[in-house]
């Protein structure tokens, strides 16, 4: 969600793309059994103990390709992409025709891989299948938003709403709204998932997102309650601990949010959280440390690219941040080369201002703030732009916008923010 600071989360295309049919029923597992069971666990060791039993069953075999998706993001081992894709090709070797359920895992697997035209392709075709597969209309869903086909996203969510109203196509609705400016409307589609829930992981991962989207409007108290009540849920659950260690960072507890961003770090080393804890270090002037943290990041990266994925996104932010334009612009072309969304638009933008090529940086700002819910990061990008072209008066109540919406959207770059507006002669 916008509250994300710096890139998109690795792992996952959409807020919504975190249920699946397979892991539903690791979650009915850890209702069933308590909450100390780990669902995708679960999930696995139940497929697992059937494929023993039944090896032809291609079926559980599709089941446990998308849960080790799953476990991959819960992880961040991306070594499980490949495990995922051995059982989904074992369940299409066992089924070639008519495995709608396979195709499925496949595009999520794609999604995860951020290969979000081979998931839109992946999904069309379990749907040729059977068009009342839901997962494989989030899968939709979900690759659309990437690729920047918005309407197709909604009309493809709203699908998976009729055919299915739950956990999955409500978490989906959230964010489809807040991209479009409903924050209330996304807010309430929140509240609709978290009510299917009954604890454990699909609570935890409902106040995640309720408490991202609380932070996104500079809501601090709100932000720390519905962290402090999923983590209630899911003790020790990282995403939720990174939405503390942002609310920490806002509000100048610099010790909590130190324990609180290296917690994540340890349990979940993605770029992005790497990226974001050496981030904030950097904003306490702690250079040496937060080079320590920007240091694992390349190898961190290459095991993930070793496993399929790519994170251009992450990449062309960080290098236009840190001094690199020739980097930046190069991740963020290919990344735009693959899809022409908002994140890809804003990452180009902020690549080809770090260029000093401002005059086409402009348009892709632009598109990058158009669609309605624009970030304050998106909007605090777009102002340095209009800024450095000579627009004052444009890049003062794009600024204003930006801090107007959240204050405390980056521990660089909102004082940076509040800096140049003041340098063009502070608010209207």
């Not at 699946?20 to 100390?36: F, L, S, Y």
């Not at 299915?164 to 924050?183: C, I, M, N, V, W």
């Not at 000579?390 to 405390?408: E, F, I, K, M």
Request: glycine share 10%; with cysteine.
């Amino acid at each position: 969600m916008s509250a994300v600071v710096v890139g998109v989360v690795f792992l996952v295309a959409a807020v919504g793309a975190f249920y699946t049919a397979t892991v539903d029923d690791g979650v009915a597992a850890e209702q069933a059994q308590g909450p100390t069971v780990d669902p995708f666990t679960a999930s696995i060791e139940n497929a697992q103990q059937r494929l023993r039993e039944v090896p032809g069953d291609y079926t559980t075999w599709a089941q446990l390709g998308t849960a080790y998706v799953e476990q991959a993001r819960v992880t961040a081992d991306p070594t499980y992409y490949d495990k995922a894709d051995g059982a989904l090709r074992e369940s299409l070797t066992l089924r070639p025709e008519g495995n709608d359920a396979a195709l499925t895992g496949q595009g999520a697997l794609a999604n995860a891989r951020h290969d979000f035209a081979a998931a839109a392709e992946l999904a069309t075709q379990a749907l040729a299948v059977n068009e009342y597969n839901s997962t494989a209309w989030g899968v939709l869903t979900d690759a659309r938003t990437q690729l920047g086909d918005y309407a197709g996203a909604t009309e493809a969510l709203g699908r998976m709403l009729e055919l299915k109203p739950g956990l999955a196509s409500f978490t989906r609705a959230s964010y489809d709204a807040e991209l479009h400016g409903d924050l209330a409307g996304a807010r309430s589609a929140l509240e609709q998932a978290l009510e299917t829930t009954q604890g454990g992981a699909g609570e935890a991962f409902c106040r995640t997102y309720l408490g991202a989207l609380a932070f996104s409007t500079g809501d601090l108290d709100e932000a720390a309650a519905q962290y402090t009540a999923g983590l209630e849920a899911a003790p020790g659950d990282p995403a939720l601990l990174l939405g503390l260690a942002r609310v920490d960072a806002a509000r100048g507890d610099v010790d909590a949010a130190v324990e609180g961003f290296r917690t994540v770090v340890n349990a979940q080393p993605l770029p992005e959280h790497l990226v974001e804890f050496g981030a904030y270090l950097e904003s306490q002037g702690r250079a040496e440390e937060a080079e320590q943290q920007f240091a694992l990041v390349d190898t961190v990266r290459a095991l993930f690219a070793a496993n399929g994925a790519s994170d251009d996104l992450t990449t062309a932010l960080f290098a236009a941040d840190h001094g690199d334009p020739a980097e930046a612009l190069a991740a963020a072309q290919a990344e735009f080369d693959r899809r022409q969304n908002i994140d890809s638009h804003d990452a180009l933008a902020w690549a080809l201002h770090a260029a000093g090529r401002d005059t086409e940086a402009l348009p892709h700002a632009q598109q990058a703030t158009a669609l309605g819910g624009a970030s304050a990061l998106f909007l605090y990008h777009r102002g340095v732009i209009e800024a450095a072209l000579g627009q004052g008066d444009q890049a003062r109540a794009t600024l204003v916008s930006a801090l107007d919406a959240n204050p405390y959207f980056s521990p660089l770059h909102a004082p940076r923010a509040e800096a140049l507006l003041e340098s063009l002669g502070g608010r209207p």
